[in-house]
């Protein structure tokens, strides 16, 4: 079956620390990786995407890079703010883009 | 361009009742999934809708039920509400031949009592 398995929160940085949030899958398939954030209130907002092994996604300093050997497309980023709180989820789409499959999502607090 | 809407934004209902969501899809995009959202947990896929037909369903009971109109919006209703409904129900579109990236509405909190 499919899964999206990401790490426990709640996470704490302070400003301008390096961020990383591991998500690890399992697929039937070729699936399309993506991260999806949530700032409070708010509908899910896509951050990046990956659609083939090997491939980096990346958008306003966050990246991930789909790896197939390990299953895994862990968010990166070199420097945290205090606006990148927020609740981030890592998502899967099969094949067929037919249906998403999320992970639990991990909640992200900066402070200054 | 608007983006996904949905409506309405709140909603309180009691148990046994019944409940209708709705969302409109992002210009251009032909196809809307329902997700329902459990508090501190990752959406979870309800079903998908294009050319106004159920396309899939995940793990949900016959309670939840859908339609897509002729003009690519989309209902969710909810028959016999329980406790455990009370969720963020989010609305996604997407445009069948243009891969599988999913634009996300602000979703609809229903809170059942």
């Known amino acids: 079956g499919n899964s999206v398995t990401q790490m426990e929160g709640p996470v704490t940085l302070s400003e301008e620390a390096f961020l990383t949030i591991n998500c690890t899958y399992t697929?039937?398939?070729?699936?399309?990786l993506f991260w999806y954030v949530q700032y409070p209130g708010e509908g899910l907002q896509l951050l990046l995407k990956a659609t083939k092994a090997d491939d980096k996604g990346s958008n306003k300093g966050f990246e991930a890079t789909y790896r197939k050997e390990t299953t895994s497309f862990h968010l990166e980023k070199g420097s945290v703010q205090v606006s990148d709180s927020a609740v981030y989820f890592c998502a899967l789409s099969t094949a067929t883009g037919n249906q998403f499959y999320f992970g639990t999502g991990t909640s992200l607090t900066v402070i200054p | 361009d608007a983006g996904v809407t949905q409506s309405p934004t709140h909603l309180i209902k009691t148990r046994g009742q019944q409940v209708t969501l709705r969302c409109s899809p992002k210009?251009?995009?032909?196809?809307v999934s329902w997700y329902q959202q459990a508090l501190g947990q990752g959406p979870q896929f309800i079903f998908q809708?294009?050319?106004?037909?159920?396309?899939q369903r995940g793990n949900f009971p016959d309670r939840f039920s859908g339609h897509q109109f002729p003009n690519y919006s989309s209902e969710l209703n909810v028959n016999a509400l329980l406790l455990g409904d009370s969720a963020l129900y989010l609305c996604?579109?997407?445009?069948?031949?243009?891969?599988?990236?999913?634009?996300f509405g602000p979703g609809t909190r229903l809170t059942v009592l």
């Open positions: 697929a039937t398939g070729y699936p399309s």
């Open positions: 996604a579109s997407s445009w069948l031949a243009g891969g599988n990236e999913q634009f």
């Open positions: 809708y294009y050319e106004e037909e159920e396309r």
């Open positions: 210009s251009g995009h032909d196809t």
